[in-house]
């Protein structure tokens, strides 16, 4: 008897997926589509290569090169068509987006899995994260690789997820007004969350209402019948309950800190590398423990077992599964790296900034212990979007700073300027006006027994002065 292949199913036939884009083929249509991809830095062989065009990039460039490195398939636009040479194969489409999205719709409804939908002004990528975790482990998961949450990201994500999963998640994401419900309508969720509503794209909208009006319309997008998902404690929540009630929704589920609330903070201890939670989820008790610290991550954690509550799932196993959580790179992610006279500890914020955020890292860094002569270091780029409040919500950070007293911040960027220059002489590291400037002066001041934290948004460009210390000092052996 032979024995059954170990090998995965592909993730498309090719002769399905150019269907599902009406696409007209050149070449030889492959049998099989390992997987989906539009870098052709991280594209491996049997993957199909979507050349979409970018802000700064046509994807059309790269098509002789993915093809080079073993891509089954390139889908080019009419409009590129007759300027390829070599046989291809290639699935010529109107526009490679559009024909994108449409593999996704096409791939969504196949799916048999019960789908997860996350927004939010801040925590998507967290609590898309902590879904990931907990649901893989009462089923097979997909969920993006990435932060892909916008209207390339969404439409990729699901072209890559595969047929037989049992769950999915997607992060929906918007910088500007009419972004979420397409994206939500594309994924059609069971459940639908909104982690919070904060300050954060002021610029293209009038207030935080148009902000929560915006980040409910996930609700809108929902499976007849599937659950929203709502913050309790933030002002907008009553505006997200309405939304939500004309929404298809069939239940609508509260958690937070308030009274109300469906899923319940009752209480939690904030430590330097943990949190302990005692919830209660319609009233059940559950007691966990959270691999990732920071009271935003616990308010977080409310909406995954929620969320896992609402699919039906094992809520005891969910809980347990969040004591492996542990913060992604560029979002809390530590280091130990060893400068002279010993080590200190690195926390990668680089990713992204915005008020609340920033309050968080910040409160974060003051729990954290120093040793010897070592100092709490906050390295703070421009939190970017912000709008005409962008200059006061810079300064205003300044109580956070003294609250969770810390001990020097280092400060780059025209918006941060003022938040260094409203500081206590005694708590000014240094500024420049932006992050290469600044970069030399933090590696210069760096000692043993230091923590230092680097954020800002990614416009602000902060990764680069992690990625420097990091080059700088070697890191520590896994025992330090």
Known sequence: MQAPSTMPAPLWSGQALVSAMTARAIGSVPAAIAGVSIDTRTLEPGDAFFAIIGEARDGHDFVAAALAKGAA????????????????????????????????????????????????????????????????RQGKTHAPVASYNNHWGVPLTLCR??????????????????????????????????????????????????????????????????????NADIPQSALLRRLAEASPAGRIVSFGESAEADVRLVACALKPDISTVDALVFGRKVAYRLGSPGRHIVHNSLSVLAAVEALGGDLALAALALGDLVPPSGRGARQVHLAPGGPFTLIDESYNGNPASMRAAIENLGRMPVSGRGRRIAVLGDMLELGPSGPALHVGLGDAVIEAQIDTVFACGPLMRGLHDGLPSALRGAYADDASGLEPLVLDSIRAGDVVTVKGSLGSRMGPIVKAIAARFPAAPADE
């Open 161 to 230: 997820t595969p047929q037989d999963v049992a769950y999915a998640v997607y992060e929906i994401g918007m910088s500007n007004p009419g972004e979420i419900l397409p994206l939500a309508k594309l994924v059609t969720p069971d459940v639908a969350i909104v982690t919070t509503v904060q300050p954060v794209h002021l610029a293209a909208f009038a207030s935080l209402d148009g902000i929560a009006e915006e980040k409910g319309a996930i609700f809108a997008g929902l499976k007849p019948g599937g659950t929203a998902i709502i």
């Open 73 to 136: 398939l390139a889908v080019i636009d009419a409009a590129h068509a007759e300027a390829m040479s070599g046989p291809g194969p290639y699935a010529v489409v109107p526009d490679v987006l559009k024909a994108m999205e449409r593999a996704g719709m096409a791939r969504r409804a196949q799916l048999e899995a019960k789908i997860v939908a996350v927004t939010g002004s801040v925590g998507k990528t967290g609590t898309k994260e902590a879904l990931r975790l907990v649901l893989s």
